[in-house]
């Protein structure tokens, strides 16, 4: 393939392919983007959706974004298409396994996007609008799965395309599980450098917490220890009066504005919605009252959000190996990340205990969804819909938070009563006026509810049916004829954690 060179005002090298529009490129490589197209123009949307077979609903991506003017995108053109140079270099550009080069193009996309911490990008009006022949043959498919699958994949999508034409699936899945295919890999794009602070803007910590005082009261000492200061800090406490530990919060102690709200209402939701009312600042941060931080955790946000020109990112996550763990545990585990660890590019979760979002786009959404309350969910709600919004979330390396999960006390307190049966248990809040008897729902209704909140039915029907194949097949072989026997109480459970998330599908979205 011949491509075509554009250079920067930076130096900075752009390998292009097709007739895109010149003029914008200059500032696409001042954002996000390592690769960008128009695909959803030209008549790629949506294409190749067998992917299900492998991620069910579980990756943000599945879809493309509709009516967006740009977006996280993979589903490459690769007629028509502008790449980094150092990023095609690195990827090593189409790989040339693929009869099709739509399916070779999406494969690069994939990579890049799923492992390789670089984002390719749909812009709307970048190439002209033109109709692309999108045919992907059946053995292509198959040597997509061999090329970044684990097998039992491909087996699995041999397994549901067999209801369709079962001596093509075969013949093809045979064909590609003998082919010699060139291995693929898996690269990493090393994170930009941070840019100086161009402005100082304000910013608004949310922290929930519950019978977790003095490791809020902690935190709060290392955001006052910041290299760039945080304006404003809004403690949501729904410690009960009798467990409070009276003025463990002094306003004298910091010199950000401290504002504690003790909660009334149930759930984490509920908690961050009321703290989100009360931000004043430019960016809001939400943590995790079980967290620390390092001194440039505030400022490094920052940085990141003005080197990449976006809105939201993730921080990184890392586990104390013990609750009672400090900032030299974090120091230490921090210098010794792997390199995928400190990748930047999409992020792939949204985190309710380190992320930074414009403050804009965060009272655009209005807040968490509190049909989530007593369950699980959430975040991944709240970061689809960032994404729906029209943000670029990204995964920042430079911000890194050291999470001790303790034993007891937080939000899951509540939560917890979702396992129990009987008298001793407490109507959670997505049981609404039908509470839980004789058959505990699983998985969490509230995760259903979220999965057919996003997704199509036929998608959710997929993520059913691969659940009881995991449920059957994945566990050990010794007791897959006590998992057959159980199976017709475990589809009892799933059909009533779905039969709670349609109510909640027909109560509609809370804030």
Known sequence: MQLKEFVTESGEILLYNGIPNLESLEQLAKGPGDLWHSSLDQGLNNVFPELVYQTAVFWWFLNDLPNLDRSINWRINPNSFVVRKNVWILFCGFPKDYDSDILSAFDLGYRMLRHGGAIPMYVKGLFPEEIKSSKITVQDRYRFFKKNFKPQHSLYMLLKGSNKNPFLELSQFRKAKKENLEQNIFPILTARELNSLETIPTVSVVIPTMFRQEYTLQLLKDYADQTLPVTQIVVVDATPIEDRVEGIYNQDQFDFELTIKWQESKGSCRARNEAIALC????????????????????????????????????????????????????????????????????????????????????????????????????????????????????????????????????????????????????????????????????????????????????????????????????????????????????????????????????????
């Not at 939201?312 to 763990?325: Q, V």
């Open 280 to 511: 004043t600042g430019n960016y809001i941060i939400f943590a995790d009252d079980d967290t620390r931080i390092l001194s440039n955790f505030v400022e490094n946000h920052i940085r990141f959000l003005q080197t990449y020109n976006v809105e939201a990112c993730n921080g990184l996550d890392i586990s104390a190996p013990s609750h009672e763990d400090g900032l030299a545990t974090l120091k230490d585990l921090y210098s010794g990340a792997s390199k995928s660890q400190l990748k930047a590019g999409a992020a792939m979760s949204f985190s309710n205990a380190n992320s930074c979002v414009s403050s804009s786009l965060v009272k655009t959404l209005v807040g968490n969804d509190i049909n989530f309350d007593g369950g699980y969910g959430e975040d991944t709600d709240f970061g689809l819909r960032l994404l729906k919004a029209g943000a670029i979330l990204m995964q920042n390396p430079y911000s890194p938070i050291l999470h001790l999960k303790p034993p007891t006390g937080g939000y899951r307190h509540w939560g917890l009563q979702a396992s129990l049966l009987g008298k001793k248990r407490k109507k959670q809040a997505w049981e609404l006026d039908h509470p839980v008897k004789y058959i505990r729902p699983i998985p969490s209704p509230t995760i259903v509810y979220g999965i057919i909140k996003h997704y199509s039915p036929e998608q959710v029907m997929e993520y059913r049916s691969k659940y009881f194949f995991l449920y059957l097949f994945k566990g050990s072989k010794a007791g897959l004829l006590w998992r057959f026997l159980k199976f017709p109480y475990r589809a009892l459970q799933f059909n009533n954690s779905l039969f709670y998330a349609r109510n909640l599908i027909n109560r509609g979205v809370r804030y």
